[in-house]
């Protein structure tokens, strides 16, 4: 096991990572590492992550008691308490408001769609916990309900939280979050997304236990199952994935998955997603536009 002088300064890089990759502002986010089975090592408050010292450091028991440090832990160490509670395999913990994923989080759209395989093989899918302030006793609340299936999660309009069985673990699973969303955003803004057929994702997640991937729950992405899920005592025992059948495709189409009568088979996986034949919808270029709301306001003059 790591000893604390190991852990102090590996929290130090993690938070110089965050802060340098936008990740946080100002004094955003907080780190917590397991230094035993009863101590946990956690950041500040009121503290840079980009410019913390080894020293700054405090040490707290699995109750929150502060056991040493110069400065009081985390405002938000009850949410980091609660992750622990649920999950004795996790020994560590990241908060932090990166900025394409936290505006899916504000948008209120989870990454759970079947888009990029090395996604569905680590975190699965990567829902919303209910909004709830900050520091309080509700974020824990809100947390509770996901952390048992998932490694990472978006906050309604505050972030993302991701856990690890050690703290670059952890932090790499928060860059993997940004990442996804990045992509997922680029995607949309082009048309829409090419899914991973619901087959096919039943096969990426086979992969798994072939890469030796420890995930917390198995991947749902057929909705008949997520039907008897939720209906069940434990609503939320698996990773529910947006993933539609596939009709021999690995790659559906998302403009044309929910079109009636639609062949998925004929649908060729190069087709530009979001652009059916004929949807219905006029499309112009920004330029188009521009030229658009111009003619428009001299109009009004």
Request: charged share 25%; hydrophobic share 40%; glycine share 8%.
């Amino acid at each position: 096991m790591s000893t604390e002088s190991s852990l102090r300064a590996d929290i130090v890089e993690v938070g110089r990572r965050m802060y340098a990759r936008g990740y946080t502002a100002s004094n955003d986010g907080n780190i917590s590492v397991r230094i035993d089975e009863t101590r946990l090592l956690m950041t500040p408050k009121s503290v840079c992550k980009g410019f913390m010292t080894p020293d700054m450091m405090c040490v707290t028991d699995l109750d929150g008691r502060k056991l040493q440090g110069d400065r009081d832990p985390s405002s938000e160490m009850q949410m980091h308490l609660e992750v622990y509670r649920q999950r004795p395999d996790v020994r560590a913990v990241v908060h932090a408001h990166p900025p394409i994923a936290t505006g899916f989080a504000v948008a209120g759209i989870p990454l759970n769609r079947a888009v990029l395989a090395e996604v569905l093989t680590t975190l699965g899918s990567i829902p919303i916990a209910e909004y709830a302030t900050p520091s309080t006793k509700e974020l824990p609340v809100a947390v509770r309900k996901y952390v048992k299936a998932h490694d990472g999660m978006l906050l309604a309009n505050h972030g993302a939280l991701t856990i690890g069985g050690d703290l670059f673990a952890a932090y790499y699973k928060m860059e993997t979050i940004e990442h996804f969303a990045k992509i997922s955003l680029v995607a949309r803004l082009l048309g829409g997304e090419n899914l991973i057929a619901r087959e096919e994702v039943a096969r990426l997640q086979d992969l798994r236990t072939t890469y030796g991937i420890k995930a917390p729950a198995p991947i749902c992405p057929d909705p008949t199952a997520i039907g008897d899920l939720l209906s069940s005592p434990d609503p939320l025992a698996c990773q529910i994935v947006d993933a539609p059948a596939g009709g021999g495709q690995r790659l559906v189409s998302d403009a044309r998955r929910d079109a009636p009568d639609s062949s998925l088979s004929s649908v060729p996986t190069g087709v530009p997603a979001g652009a059916p034949e004929d949807d219905g919808e006029i499309r112009l270029t920004y330029r188009e536009l521009s030229a658009l709301i111009e003619d428009a306001i001299k109009s009004v003059r």
